[in-house]
């Protein structure tokens, strides 16, 4: 039941939403290129990431100082069914602000 509820509520915020189909269509990313790309504060970021997490879609990959983001793998149906579905939305998403390479960051 708290998975279930953890993830509605993950679902709860239009801004989670766009997010979550940001980096559902970029695939992986960075953080920063996840505020520079919608142009937010990185705590912001990070706590809408961290939900989103805990919601059960998300993956973390630490390389060096940074963190990346992905779908996580492998997605049980319910969540790909939310995925699909969201694909369906009109729902503004902006395009990927590249800020971080494999060398450098601003963050």
Known sequence: METFLKT???LNDETRL???RFIDINK????CDV???FDMI???VSRHLKILRE???LKVERIGRWAY???REPLDEFRKSILKEMS???MPVPPLKEVCDDKECDK
Do not use: P
Not at 28 to 31: A, G, I, L, M, S
């Open 35 to 37: 505020e520079n790309s």
């Open 18 to 20: 766009r997010i979550l």
């Open 88 to 90: 369906y939305l009109d």
């Open 8 to 10: 509605i509520g993950a």
């Open 28 to 31: 992986k990313v960075c953080v």
């Open 55 to 57: 919601g059960g879609f």
């Open 69 to 71: 983001y992905s779908i």
């Open 42 to 44: 990185q705590s912001r």
